[in-house]
């Protein structure tokens, strides 16, 4: 029997191939995630520095992923946003310290209808990017993944863990979020869009900052401080309090956070 293609998956492929997507910060994060996109013909341009750009550019970026395989995308990268001009979307994962530099930097690729969603961890990037870009520019995610630079030009992806939560700042579903959850999809993320965007972003702060204080204490790997008496305790009583803080600025993380951490 004769195999026909459905007219509506062309289509929509070629409505993606005309989205200009930039990764900036092309680390583990951004290279894993945005190489899937890249992998799927999306048009992404990478942006990244010093011998991993140099490997990036000379033999393309390649992902060694437990999730996905292995694979390499030649997609162009640059350390000029400059050059690029404006795109669609622009996948922002540096890290936290690199935000000043970042955001001058970034800004030749924001147009007037450019999406930023920023996969970082920690809750006050929201607002800066705000402030730095305009408020209808900026949507929320957060990335549930270990990746790393394993060395120039390759990213490492390990375990099970790769899916993006993410969504607008304000509560809700918006058609841009639904729109660029297709887009995901289609790049092969496990994604999901949500209508309490923040409380994902604050759910994860709390599991991260109040494992990390009390690993930080004991030097114990998560899962001997899990199973020691003592240091469970602590745990719970390092995400209580970051609960409360929550709680006072007013954040919905709705009935059972110490449950989803």
């Known amino acids: 029997m004769e195999k026909h293609t459905d007219n509506s998956t062309i289509m929509e492929k070629e409505r993606n191939r005309l989205m200009k997507i930039a990764v900036m910060g092309t680390g583990g994060v951004g290279g894993f995630f945005g190489g899937l996109l890249a992998r799927s013909g999306l048009d992404v341009t990478f942006i990244a520095r010093g011998q991993h750009l140099n490997a990036i550019q000379c033999n393309g970026l390649t992902v060694k992923s437990d999730l996905e395989g292995d694979f390499t995308v030649r997609s162009r990268a640059t350390d000029d946003a400059g050059a690029v001009g404006s795109v669609d979307l622009i996948i922002y994962a540096v890290k936290m310290y690199h935000n000043p530099a970042a955001l001058a930097a970034m800004k030749p690729l924001v147009g007037e ?74 790049g092969g993320w496990t994604v999901e869009l949500t ?53 006072e600025k007013k954040v919905d993380l709705g009935n059972n956070t110490v449950e989803l951490c």
């Open 195 to 247: 209508p309490k965007a923040l409380r994902a972003i604050w759910t994860k702060f709390i599991f991260l900052t109040g494992s990390a204080e009390i690993n930080a204490i004991t030097q114990m790997t998560y899962g001997e401080m899990r199973t020691t008496m003592e240091t469970r305790q602590l745990i719970f009583v390092a995400w209580s309090e970051i609960i409360s803080i929550a709680q």
């Open 113 to 186: 209808h450019t999406v930023v969603l920023t996969l970082q961890n920690g809750i006050e990037n929201a607002s800066l990017l705000e402030i730095s870009l305009g408020k209808n520019h900026v949507m929320v995610g957060a990335a549930s993944v270990q990746a790393f630079i394993e060395q120039p030009g390759i990213i490492s992806q390990k375990g099970n863990l790769g899916k993006i939560t993410f969504g607008e700042i304000a509560d809700g579903i918006t058609t841009r979020g639904e729109k660029l959850r297709q887009v995901f999809a289609s």
